[in-house]
């Protein structure tokens, strides 16, 4: 067997768990080969460069296994990284780039280079000259990550391709086209569902094939066509963001309204106005009941007299009493659940979704069974509809169809079960180029959010009069500004970075290292930005990462506190609780919840210990109930293909009713 270099195999062995000491051995053999072939690549020009990569290309279209071709196309990349991009392929860039190339989900901490690993495994599979596409959380990252790496598949005589929304379709069909092409997950789960609904039309013969002989549109001169080729290869960025957190919401294309629609825009809107009066027409446990877990409102019989005696407009006479119920009902559920500024923002006159686990804004995307209708209605803005539905699919049916599928995340493990399950992927950690020297400060509880906002701000000022960075997470936009108000009156500068900042979101992540910089950010910062520290940080002991409540996964927590402590920098973080924290409730449910926030009242300013275990257990009841609900998903979505398929029809393009 081949020889793994010895700094390698001493941090293969460092990691736990014999299966993947096993995978990462066998891919670690062609280390030493690679770097054997190092020299003499440096030796040859940039013309006979790129003509060793023809070489490849060659080989791999005339039926040459890629694995056969690893060490070779590794480590022709390597030597493109280093001449245009001054950035070298480290030895572990190597085995997660092997990883990947075999299937794998790999995981690797923040600051260890998973933009530059891409380049391996895509390359490789690009040879075959069937394309390779790379998957992000949104098109900043798959713009940045394009034009970054854009020199180096370049060298190689390679094109490079980015889907953005918004794109004309024939930008779109040529940036498939190129050799690798990266873009959002959402973004090309639409094109391959439009791409369907075209074939759907030329196959029905809907095209007027005799217009387009006459403008020339059949011998290419702008007929519309399918922008996508067939799937061969997928890389996931952020993998377990998409793969998992984004399982659960399906993309879905809308047919125009009809007349059914217009009725019930008019139900949406008169239902929002009878949740929204001043005195509420509806109490809790009087007029309806909610159930916490399920976060479902049921109208008692009480309730439903106060429906039946409302004044109604002349729209809802065609509608059953039973409906009439469902709209009230989501109308208090919306009123209750959904927050403007923490769920979604209002921009241009439409609903946008704020995604929780990015804090990015997530384009083109609505919540299912009228609830993204209810809150047009009651934000009073036009509203739009998906009741009529021209084609569906969802995130993980559109990665299955991939020939091969791979990913990279800084947070993968602990959904490693899961990933294994539906996708069929191993996860595997890789070891870090440097040892991490980040450190763990106790985490505080607080009785109150009140008493936690001014113990952070109290931080905050603390280390900002040392010189020393300090990013501080909020799960929604609306903690972010809450923060920055108690930061303006305390005096401190800061950077505010959130979906309403996207524009500056690079300038803003640029300068967040730098000496005496305080930034509070949303889950933006948390996902696919790499903070470099300034100058003189690293002496002062480099970022200091302050997390201000748990999300609903350890996953994002874990991708915040991974800001810091970056490629052996040195950093710290601290987390902050407090008893009304919304985690609690989500986790132990309304009355549990009630009891904790009396004990927090009682306690005034002072830190609680010992409560830490409490929010570790409620955050793991969270995640253990959206995995059940992802799986039942899942088994939801393949019955409902299997059905249409056994009656003929199209799972993606045919409704099911």
Same mark, same amino acid.
């Given at each position: ?12 062995? $460092? ?12 891919? $670690?053999? /062609? ?24 070489? !490849? ?16 196309? #590794? ?19 190597? =085995?997660?780039?092997?990883?990947? @190339? ?22 490789? $599979? $690009?040879?075959?000259?069937?394309? %390779? ?14 034009? =970054? ?40 789960? #639409? ?17 007027? !094939?005799?217009? *387009? ?28 963001? &998409? ?12 047919? =125009? ?64 009493l039973a409906e009439i ?13 959904? #927050? ?15 995604? *929780? ?14 609830? @993204? ?21 969802? &995130?993980?049916? !559109? #990665? ?11 947070? %993968? ?12 992927? @191993? ?66 500068? @800061? ?25 509070? %950010? ?14 003189g940080v690293h002496d ?6 302050? /997390? ?15 800001? /810091? ?72 979505d393949k019955e409902r ?17």
């Amino acid at each position: 067997m081949k020889t793994i270099p010895q700094g390698v195999a001493r941090k293969i062995q $460092a990691l736990t768990g014999g299966p993947v000491k096993r995978r990462l051995a066998q891919w $670690a053999a /062609c280390i030493d080969p690679i770097n054997r072939r190092g020299p003499e690549l440096e030796k040859l020009s940039d013309y006979d460069l790129r003509k060793e990569s023809l070489s !490849l290309r060659y080989r791999a279209r005339s039926g040459e296994p890629l694995d056969r071709l690893v060490v070779e196309a #590794f480590a022709i990349v390597r030597e493109a990284g280093r001449r245009t991009k001054n950035m070298r392929h480290f030895e572990v860039q190597l =085995l997660g780039g092997a990883a990947a @190339h075999y299937g794998s989900i790999i995981e690797m901490q923040t600051g260890e280079g998973k933009t530059l690993t891409a380049t391996l495994p895509m390359y490789l $599979a $690009a040879l075959e000259g069937k394309g %390779a596409h790379l998957a992000t959380v949104n098109d900043y990252l798959a713009a940045r990550d394009a034009e =970054l790496m854009e020199p180096v598949y370049k060298a190689l005589g390679m094109t490079v391709g980015v889907i953005q929304g918004q794109m004309p379709q024939a930008e779109r069909q040529k940036s498939y086209g190129c050799d690798v092409t990266y873009g959002t997950a959402n973004e090309m789960g #639409f094109d391959f569902l439009r791409d369907r609904l075209l074939k759907r039309r030329i196959s029905e013969g809907a095209r007027d !094939l005799f217009g *387009e002989m006459l403008t020339g549109a059949a011998s290419g001169g702008g007929g519309e066509k399918p922008v996508q080729r067939d799937l061969h290869f997928m890389l996931v960025d952020e993998a377990d963001s &998409i793969l998992i957190d984004e399982a659960r919401t399906p993309l879905i294309i809308s047919a =125009l309204p009809g007349e059914e629609e217009e009725i019930a825009a008019e139900a949406y809107s008169w239902a929002a106005q009878q949740a929204a009066s001043e005195p509420s027409l509806f109490v809790e446990d009087e007029h309806y009941e909610y159930a916490h877990k399920e976060k479902r409102v049921d109208l008692t019989l009480a309730g439903r007299r106060v429906v039946r005696e409302l004044t109604k407009p002349a729209a809802l006479d065609h509608v059953s009493l039973a409906e009439i119920y469902e709209y009230i009902e989501r109308a208090i559920k919306v009123r209750r659940e959904m #927050f403007l500024n923490r769920h979604y923002i209002v921009r241009d006159g439409e609903i946008v979704i704020v995604d *929780e686990f990015t804090g990015r804004l997530a384009e083109g995307r609505k919540w299912r069974a009228g609830i @993204h209708q209810a809150i047009e209605a009651q934000e009073g803005v036009e509203i739009t509809f998906a009741t009529n539905q021209a084609a569906q699919i969802t &995130i993980q049916d !559109l #990665f299955l169809r991939y020939q091969r599928l791979a990913g990279m995340t800084g947070t %993968a493990s602990t959904s490693a079960p899961e990933l294994r399950k539906i996708y069929k992927v @191993h996860c595997l950690p890789i070891p870090t180029n440097r040892p991490p020297i980040r450190q763990q400060l106790p985490t505080l509880v607080y009785g109150t959010a009140d008493a936690k906002w001014r113990a952070i701000v109290d931080e905050i000022t603390q280390m900002h009069a040392t010189g020393r960075p300090v990013l501080v997470g909020t799960r929604s936009i609306d903690k972010s500004e809450l923060l920055a108000g108690l930061l303006t009156e305390a005096g401190i500068e @800061h950077t505010v970075l959130n979906a309403r900042h996207v524009a500056k979101e690079a300038e803003i992540v640029a300068a967040a290292g730098g000496q005496g910089r305080v930034t509070v %950010a949303t889950n933006m910062a948390g996902r696919g930005t790499d903070i470099k520290l300034g100058e003189g940080v690293h002496d002062l002991g480099g970022l200091h990462v302050i /997390c201000s409540e748990l999300h609903e996964s350890r996953r994002i927590d874990r991708q915040l506190i991974g800001r /810091c402590g970056r490629q052996g920098d040195p950093g710290s973080y601290r987390q902050f609780l407090s008893l009304d924290d919304e985690i609690l409730v989500q986790g132990f449910g309304p009355r549990r919840y009630k009891r904790l926030i009396e004990r927090g009242k009682k306690s005034k300013d002072a830190s609680l210990s010992g409560l830490e275990s409490l929010f570790m257990r409620a955050q793991a009841r969270v995640e253990r109930r959206q995995f059940r609900e992802r799986k039942v998903l899942l088994y939801q979505d393949k019955e409902r293909q299997k059905m249409q398929r056994a009656m003929s029809q199209d799972p993606y393009l045919d409704s099911p009713g």
